[in-house]
């Protein structure tokens, strides 16, 4: 790794300085739309699970060249052992622009327009192992932490046996923690990677998206606000506790009379079935704080809109062009990147309802 002078902070903490506001912007086009580089990629060297991973590899991709590393030196100096930048004058070099822009692409739009779109629908043929592998991975955690939900105390519907009458009910999903597209997506899994620090390719290939330890059971309202990443859970020591991402007036009832931090009891029927994975969890928290501080659901939520307009044939001039070329750019290269193996289908997946554009996942 190319060596700059950073003998008090960390090269997290010298990135994010690199990348304080100043006159010079950072923004791209997509969809018609200018993204602001500065929030989203602040966001994630300060808030992604594993930010030195990440750090690295913005780092890698900025100083692949001794015109990069030229252009990093101008944008940093020394004083007093710790780095700040000079007057804004000097700016980015156009390629050292690319690279930042770039990897935000990576890691931020593409990884979540990935996790939040539209679930991938198995096809005909292939719907009713879809079926059954769904129905099997329900079972299994039905086994584990009965039939009430953990989050928001929902009774699956079916009716309510003697003694359980004061629950509400709902048909219970099997919510993904990471959803089901990782398993068809395999330049996802790679970025999952960076941002978990560690390989996660064994753990969403296949028939492994499917294991109790990348689930939980939640009514369709509560699946909605886990997908946008309202809310998240926290894992330390084997221990769960709900972690809310947003105030109360912003979550659905279910999840607004439970206390931040509150322990939850996922295995308490059965020790047989694994326990959602720590790591999982942890890892959808984290993401669930780059959306919030770079303020990204509105954006994305939007960007979603255009694709299904795009699809639906809704858009026409030189917006359908634009939208209809990032959208194919972001599907292509998720087709040449997959691996898709097991089409275990996602019945109860996550998708942009097209009614209120909500979007969840699964």
């Known amino acids: 790794m190319t060596e700059l002078d950073n003998s008090k902070k960390t090269l997290c903490e010298t990135l994010i300085t690199i990348l304080e506001p100043g006159e010079i912007p950072l923004t791209f086009d997509y969809h018609n739309r200018t993204i602001h580089v500065r929030p989203i990629a602040?966001?994630?060297?300060?808030?992604?699970?594993?930010?030195?991973?990440?750090?690295?590899?913005?780092?890698?991709?900025?100083?692949?060249?001794?015109?990069?590393?030229?252009?990093?030196?101008?944008?940093?100096?020394?004083?007093?052992?710790?780095?700040?930048?000079?007057?804004?004058?000097?700016?980015?070099?156009?390629?050292?622009?690319?690279?930042?822009?770039?990897?935000?692409?990576?890691?931020?739009?593409?990884?979540?327009?990935?996790?939040?779109?539209?679930?991938?629908?198995?096809?005909?043929?292939?719907?009713?192992?879809?079926?059954?592998?769904?129905?099997?991975?329900?079972?299994?955690?039905?086994?584990?932490?009965?039939?009430?939900?953990?989050?928001?105390?929902?009774?699956?519907?079916?009716?309510?046996?003697?003694?359980?009458?004061?629950?509400?009910?709902?048909?219970?999903?099997?919510?993904?923690?990471?959803?089901?597209?990782?398993?068809?997506?395999?330049?996802?899994?790679?970025?999952?990677?960076?941002?978990?620090?560690?390989?996660?390719?064994?753990?969403?290939?296949?028939?492994?998206?499917?294991?109790?330890?990348?689930?939980?059971?939640?009514?369709?309202?509560?699946?909605?606000?886990?997908?946008?990443?309202?809310?998240?859970?926290e894992c330390r020591d084997n221990t769960y506790r709900l972690k809310k991402l947003y105030p109360d007036r912003q979550l659905p009832p279910t999840l607004a009379r439970y206390n931040d931090g509150e322990e939850l009891l996922f295995g308490w029927k059965s020790h047989l079935v694994p326990k959602p994975s720590e790591l999982l969890y942890n890892v959808h928290l984290a993401l669930g704080h780059v959306v919030r501080e770079s303020n990204a659901f509105p954006m994305i939520v939007a960007i979603l809109r255009d694709e299904e307009d795009f699809n639906a044939g809704n858009t026409n001039g030189d917006y359908w062009l634009a939208t209809g070329a990032s959208y194919l750019e972001r599907k292509l290269r998720g087709l040449a990147a997959s691996n898709y193996s097991d089409r275990d289908g996602p019945d109860e997946e996550g998708r942009l309802d097209k009614r209120n554009h909500v979007v969840t996942a699964g």
Not at 108 to 129: E, F, K, V, W
Not at 133 to 153: E, H, P
Not at 192 to 217: C, H, K, M, R, Y
Request: proline share 6%; glycine share 6%.
């Open 42 to 233: 602040t966001a994630l060297l300060q808030w992604g699970y594993a930010r030195d991973s990440l750090a690295h590899d913005l780092w890698k991709r900025s100083t692949d060249s001794q015109q990069k590393i030229e252009m990093l030196r101008k944008l940093l100096r020394t004083c007093n052992a710790s780095m700040v930048l000079p007057s804004a004058e000097s700016g980015f070099s156009d390629d050292l622009k690319a690279s930042v822009n770039s990897w935000t692409k990576d890691f931020y739009l593409d990884l979540l327009l990935t996790i939040m779109g539209p679930s991938q629908t198995p096809a005909a043929s292939d719907r009713s192992t879809a079926t059954r592998s769904q129905t099997a991975f329900k079972r299994k955690l039905f086994d584990r932490d009965g039939v009430v939900s953990l989050i928001g105390g929902v009774l699956d519907a079916y009716p309510p046996p003697p003694g359980m009458i004061h629950f509400s009910t709902a048909p219970l999903q099997a919510a993904h923690i990471i959803p089901f597209s990782a398993s068809s997506h395999e330049e996802l899994r790679q970025a999952l990677s960076i941002f978990a620090g560690q390989s996660v390719e064994t753990l969403f290939s296949g028939s492994q998206i499917n294991d109790p330890s990348n689930g939980l059971l939640l009514d369709p309202t509560t699946h909605s606000s886990f997908g946008s990443f309202r809310f998240g859970i």
